[in-house]
């Protein structure tokens, strides 16, 4: 079984894949009568031209440090993007490019931080490391299939830091 261990998530490490989005660094605006500070367009957000944003609500169950990935995912169709809506670290799984995924990463994104997968980004299923696992969701509505599945044939342990 190949073992690998999740780093932290920063969005150097994370640009091949997709876009973290979080409140480094200043707000772009201040904002609501100067009590809000605005972190402009985080995302690089792609549906398709046949495709459009919906906001879903994922409800995950918690998994457990060594996680064992069997399947990894992708959308060839528009990116997806992931809100968690609690402060809690939680397991982002991605895999390089190719017809096939390549070497697979894992990141721990730290409480605040949210991600967006490139359109076709090969990637995890939604992955909290403690309840809740719950978790806003942009992505693609379409009328063409957006899911492409594909099972290892190793499974790769993942570690923690």
């Known amino acids: ?17 997709g876009d ?3 409140c ?14 605005r972190f402009h367009d985080r995302a690089k957000l792609d549906f398709g031209p046949e495709g459009r944003a919906g906001v879903s609500l ?3 169950e918690p998994r457990a440090l ?32 190719g017809d096939i995924p390549g070497p ?15 359109r076709g980004t090969w990637h995890g299923v939604l ?10 969701v942009v992505d693609r509505i379409g009328e063409t299939p957006n899911l492409q599945e594909f099972w290892l044939k190793e499974t790769v342990s993942i570690t923690g830091p």
């Not at 064992?68 to 895999?95: D, K, S």
């Open 20 to 22: 973290v989005l979080d």
């Open 24 to 37: 480094a660094g200043d707000p772009d605006k201040i904002i609501n009568l100067g009590l809000c500070g």
């Open 104 to 118: 697979i990463h894992a990141f721990i994104a730290a409480p605040g931080q949210a991600i967006n997968f490139h």
């Open 1 to 17: 079984m190949a073992q690998i261990q999740a780093l932290p998530l920063t969005a150097r490490a994370f640009a091949s894949f």
């Open 58 to 60: 994922f409800n995950a």
């Open 127 to 136: 992955t909290p490391l403690q309840a809740p696992g719950l978790f806003a």
């Open 66 to 97: 060594p996680y064992q990935l069997e399947m990894v995912e992708r959308h060839p169709e528009g990116c997806q993007t992931f809100v968690p809506m609690h402060q809690n670290p939680w397991l982002v799984i991605v895999a390089e490019p």
